[in-house]
């Protein structure tokens, strides 16, 4: 079996680009870390309540605040399939509600809506995109609720 691989750094930046396939073009190829090295590093954003203008990242990990004023995050659709996004609620006020929206119209979080209440602090979801226009959510909060935005 022969592979193909290229590697390449973007250009003024720090992020390094690795694709391999096998040579009829399936089977990615695995990306091994160095021992001691940190492997692969997940972005962290944290967003306040006065941050709801601010797009939520599409990978990573994204903590959000629940509040009375209940803060409508935005999240846009994927632009690639496989894509993971993990969001948790980090704090809340009593009775607060925190919304995790979509940004455009057919774009869905999951079958059923495209958009996520958390209810309570250590609420989450992990979520995987599988396709440019839908978002499934793999491991929910047991209060998160799916439902549909009103316009």
Not at 48 to 55: F, P, Y
Not at 80 to 87: E, P
Not at 94 to 110: C, D, E, F, R, Y
């Given at each position: 079996m022969t592979f193909s691989h290229t590697m390449r750094r973007l250009q003024g930046g720090e992020e390094l680009v690795v694709a391999s396939t096998t040579a009829g073009g399936?089977?990615?190829?695995?990306?091994?870390?160095?021992?001691?090295?940190?492997g692969v590093l997940v972005p962290i954003q944290t967003l306040g309540t006065s941050?709801?203008?601010?797009?939520?990242?599409?990978?990573?990990?994204?903590?959000i605040v629940a509040s009375t004023t209940a803060p409508a995050y935005t999240l846009a659709g994927p632009s690639i399939a496989g894509l993971q996004k993990m969001i948790r609620v980090e704090s809340n006020?009593?009775?607060?509600?925190?919304?995790?929206?979509?940004s455009s119209t057919g774009v869905?979080?999951?079958?059923?809506?495209?958009q996520l209440t958390f209810n309570a602090v250590n609420n989450g979801a992990l979520l995987v995109s599988v396709s440019t226009a839908a978002w499934r959510m793999i491991v929910p909060a047991t209060t998160s609720t799916v439902g549909t935005q009103s316009t």
């Amino acid at each position: 079996m022969t592979f193909s691989h290229t590697m390449r750094r973007l250009q003024g930046g720090e992020e390094l680009v690795v694709a391999s396939t096998t040579a009829g073009g399936t089977n990615p190829g695995r990306i091994t870390c160095q021992s001691g090295s940190y492997g692969v590093l997940v972005p962290i954003q944290t967003l306040g309540t006065s941050q709801v203008a601010t797009n939520v990242a599409e990978i990573g990990y994204t903590s959000i605040v629940a509040s009375t004023t209940a803060p409508a995050y935005t999240l846009a659709g994927p632009s690639i399939a496989g894509l993971q996004k993990m969001i948790r609620v980090e704090s809340n006020t009593s009775s607060g509600t925190a919304v995790l929206q979509t940004s455009s119209t057919g774009v869905t979080i999951s079958s059923s809506g495209n958009q996520l209440t958390f209810n309570a602090v250590n609420n989450g979801a992990l979520l995987v995109s599988v396709s440019t226009a839908a978002w499934r959510m793999i491991v929910p909060a047991t209060t998160s609720t799916v439902g549909t935005q009103s316009t």
